[in-house]
């Protein structure tokens, strides 16, 4: 785990709390969490936060001019906290972390499978239904094109990679003749 998940955590775990303490909804939560991390990475306004002239007010007037009204009350608290902590330039690691105790919380877990080509629609639920059972989960499945696997697919869910992609396959291999 990198320092900054790491640093991150603890905001991430806070906010789902909070949530369920004032009975918000985590999807609420999440997409509060996803606006701020797309601010704090837009440039022109990356590069006033990183701004060592800028005051912690400016940067939290900065945030509430921009998305008070989508944040709402307990969302610009969330930012005057980071902001106090020097920890609002964490906001996407936050917001990545929450998504994965959200998914936690709500019994689902987010995998992703690349493959070189498109899949259809039944290998896909094959698939949802082979990671479903072999996690007690449901399963959030996005897909991405990677032609560089030349064939095959490399599948993402939590702490599980499997890696059946003819790239690495060719790699094991080279590996083995050379040695």
Same mark, same amino acid.
Request: glycine share 6%.
């Given at each position: ?16 709390? @909070? ?6 909804? @985590? ?20 590069? !006033?936060?990183? &701004? ?11 945030? %509430?001019? !921009? ?10 608290? @969330? ?5 106090? &902590?020097?920890? $609002?330039? @964490? ?26 080509? !498109? ?10 239904? %082979? ?8 399963? &959030? ?18 702490? $599980?990679?499997?890696?059946? %992609? ?14």
């Amino acid at each position: 785990m990198s320092d900054v998940t790491t640093m991150a955590r603890p905001y991430a775990k806070a906010v789902i709390d @909070l949530a369920r303490e004032s009975g918000e909804s @985590l999807a609420d939560w999440q997409n509060r969490l996803d606006l701020l991390a797309a601010l704090v990475i837009y440039p022109p306004i990356r590069q !006033a936060l990183e &701004n060592p002239r800028q005051t912690a007010d400016q940067h939290r007037q900065l945030i %509430s001019d !921009a998305l008070g009204p989508e944040l709402g009350p307990q969302g610009i608290n @969330l930012v005057s906290l980071l902001v106090e &902590n020097g920890r $609002l330039l @964490l906001a996407p690691q936050i917001a990545e972390v929450f998504s994965a105790l959200r998914a936690e919380a709500e019994g689902s877990v987010d995998a992703e499978i690349i493959t070189a080509v !498109a899949l259809d629609p039944e290998q896909e639920r094959r698939i949802v239904d %082979s990671l479903a059972k072999r996690l007690g989960r449901r399963i &959030n499945l996005k897909t991405r094109i990677d032609d560089s696997l030349v064939g095959g697919a490399i599948i993402r869910a939590g702490d $599980l990679v499997i890696d059946g %992609s003819v790239r690495s396959q060719l790699e094991r291999l080279s590996r083995a003749l050379v040695h």
